[in-house]
């Protein structure tokens, strides 16, 4: 009986606990378990299993560890841009809000008095907070005060 019981033993139990301490283990994040067996009854089909499949989670883990990585770059350098951005709209709204405060203008000649206490023409104002170029004309009205002999008033 005592033979039995160790042949039991040796055959049967310590290689559980071997296996058992082996997943306890990979549970708690330790993939550098390796089991081997040579042995062919189902002992021995279970311990090459969990070794085929200890690798498999190991590998999974730290292909999943560099994917994080990877998507944490990107998410940083989106969060980059994206601050940047935010800044360009500050300084745009900044620039809008300038333009549409009440602008100190000549009354005769009508240039605008910038920040900085300067005269310039309304046309480079505009241009500089906005970059909004200007094309010129003369209005009908006008036509008729600075070319009266063009004016077409009597046809």
């Known amino acids: 009986m005592i033979v039995v019981g160790t042949t039991v033993h040796r055959i049967v139990l310590t290689p559980l606990a071997t296996l058992t301490d082996a997943a306890r283990g990979v549970s708690e994040g330790d993939y550098t378990v390796k089991l081997s067996s040579e042995r062919k009854d189902e002992i021995g089909t279970l311990t090459r299993a969990f070794s085929e499949m200890s690798v498999k989670v190991r590998d999974h883990a730290e292909n999943l560890e560099l994917r994080v990585q990877e998507r944490t770059t990107q998410l940083n350098e989106t ?41 310039c023409n309304i046309e480079t104002y505009i241009l500089e907070h906005t970059g909004t170029e200007f094309s010129h004309g003369i209005c009908p009205e006008c036509s008729k005060k600075l070319y009266p002999e063009y004016s077409n008033d009597d046809r």
């Open 79 to 119: 969060n980059l841009s994206l601050h940047e951005n935010m800044e360009k709209l500050e300084d745009a709204l900044t620039k809008v809000k300038t333009l549409s405060s009440m602008l100190p203008i000549c009354a005769s000649c009508k240039k605008i008095r910038d920040d900085k206490g300067s005269w």
